[in-house]
């Protein structure tokens, strides 16, 4: 559950600022992906666990009412739901602290519990909200029934990842998941190829590299390199970037699933995660198909 505050800016270490309104919102990057890859038309099931809190019965709740599945989440008793304690300045940008608590009880057993769902699915999405072995696990079931692979390695590792985590089909980090996963600082295009070059050094298939405003870069099997920018706003309509990773993993994902190539998948995530950035908080900003067409038209008429 996303505790989420509304502020002119956000605070420094050791400062108090007032802010401007207050929300409970879901979140959690493996339901917002399944939330946002459902609204685009994708059949989706969610393996995760929640608390024996009111959180729990909300968000289960709200995933079912986006069409989740969600016969694959389990009530931890005595533990609390996963919280996000998010801040939101008025430029849109933020900062998140994340407290797993029932997240973090996911174990390798409970997944490989439900390996017959995953090993007849299209694809497998998978973050790091849950347990490393946990997430293993789930890889190891999908890539031994040739299941697609995508991991978005968020939050950003402190330490490096083992290499089952790394060899997927396609890992898809932000800036400073990247820089997490290399060392490498992405700041600009050259920096992001040496970034995706070294994470593909590491295991990955292919890397989806998302850069924010500047766009996205895909480094692909075939060692292609594409890059392109990220889709037009008009003026005003940034108002919340929380999520708008999860938006475009998912995106792509659905992409892959339905043929588009690696290339066009990510251009379609990318539309999907900036149409997600117009929109207030996690789940609520995830676009239906329909909705992201008459958005992308209307901004392609206006450029």
Do not use: Y
């Amino acid at each position: 559950m996303d505790l989420v505050a509304r502020m002119e800016r956000l605070p420094k270490p050791g400062e108090t600022v007032s802010g401007e309104f207050f929300q409970t919102i879901s979140g959690g990057k493996g339901a917002n992906q399944a939330v946002a890859a459902a609204r685009l038309g994708a059949r989706v099931s969610m393996i995760g666990r929640v608390g024996d809190d009111t959180f729990g019965v909300t968000l289960r709740k709200n995933l079912n009412s986006a069409g989740v599945d969600t016969n694959h989440v389990l009530d931890t008793p005595g533990v609390s739901s996963g919280v996000a304690l998010i801040g939101v300045e008025q430029s849109g940008a933020n900062a998140i602290t994340v407290v797993p608590a029932a997240n973090g009880r996911l174990t390798a057993d409970d997944v490989r519990s439900f390996q017959d769902m995953i090993a007849t699915a299209s694809a497998l999405i998978v973050q790091l909200e849950t347990p490393i072995e946990t997430v293993a696990a789930a890889i190891q079931i999908a890539q031994k029934n040739g299941v697609l692979t995508v991991l978005d390695p968020a939050p950003a590792p402190n330490e490096p990842l083992p290499r089952e985590l790394m060899n997927v089909d396609i890992i898809s980090p932000n800036q400073s998941e990247a820089e997490a996963l290399t060392g490498v600082a992405v700041v600009d295009w050259e920096s992001a190829k040496l970034a995706a070059q070294a994470i593909r050094k590491q295991g990955a298939n292919a890397v989806v590299l998302k850069m924010g405003a500047l766009g996205a870069l895909v480094h692909a099997q075939d060692d292609s390199i594409h890059q392109f920018a990220a889709c037009k706003v008009l003026e005003g309509e940034i108002v919340d970037t929380t999520a708008a990773g999860d938006a475009f993993t998912a995106a792509l994902t659905v992409a892959l699933c339905e043929g588009q190539s690696l290339k066009d998948a990510a251009q379609f995530g990318s539309l999907a995660g900036t149409f997600a950035c117009t929109r207030f908080g996690a789940q609520p900003a995830m676009p239906t198909r329909d909705e992201l067409k008459v958005w992308a038209e209307a901004h392609t008429a206006a450029q």
